[in-house]
């Protein structure tokens, strides 16, 4: 048994290049814990079968249809739009239905963190960290700053540091510096501020 032979890599290409696609598109738009890749080669295969299954129609009438002796261009492009592109549409389609409220209401967010879903906004705020010290690190989390994603630990770099008055406020930006970077392991709390 040759893994080369064609229509074995036809099979392969066919059932695990959509899945693997929308696999990584979700997790790209959802990002999530690591899986080992043996543990997502079933899954790869499972969503390419959903991919055919909802494509079913369209792929009967083109195979029903002479396209491919008078339009083989045509009937080439249909195939990449099943294989690499229609996989995209179905996780958008999915991110924009697990993202609304009726949907919510009967199943958890996709967004595993909350520290994911705030950040992912990508909203200016005005940040109080509280670390496990009592210590206060007062900064602007806007454009040019960044906080980590899942599956990586929570860190956040803002781009502006601030002196914290003594009644809480922020009181002035700090001289010389070009932000700072706060680690998950200090991290007690988080204030964010409009």
């Known amino acids: 048994m040759d893994i080369w032979e ?7 290409i066919a059932f695990v290049i959509p899945g693997f696609i929308a696999i990584k598109c979700y997790q790209l738009i959802f990002p999530g814990t690591e899986r080992p890749t043996s543990e997502k080669l079933v899954d790869a295969v499972a969503y390419s079968s959903i991919n055919y299954a909802f494509l079913m129609l369209p792929i009967i009438a083109v195979e029903n249809s002479q396209l491919d002796s008078v339009h083989p261009f045509l009937y080439y492009l249909f195939y990449i739009f099943v294989l690499f592109f229609a996989p995209i549409m179905w996780v958008l389609a999915w991110k924009y239905l697990r993202t609304r409220d009726f949907f919510q209401k009967n199943a958890p967010h996709p967004t595993a963190k909350p520290w994911d879903y705030v950040f992912s906004q990508r909203k200016p705020y005005w940040v109080k960290i509280t670390l496990k010290d009592g210590t ?6 806007a454009e040019n700053s ?3 994603s899942a599956p990586a630990e929570e860190q956040i770099y ?8 003594d009644k809480g406020g922020f009181e002035r930006q700090k001289n010389n510096t070009a932000g700072v ?6 991290i007690s709390h988080v204030e964010l501020r409009n």
């Open 136 to 141: 206060v690190i007062a900064g602007r989390y």
């Open 158 to 165: 803002l781009e502006e540091a601030w002196i914290v008055g």
């Open 181 to 186: 970077i706060v680690l998950h392991a200090e």
């Open 146 to 148: 960044f906080a980590s």
């Open 6 to 12: 064609i229509d074995k890599l036809m099979l392969f």
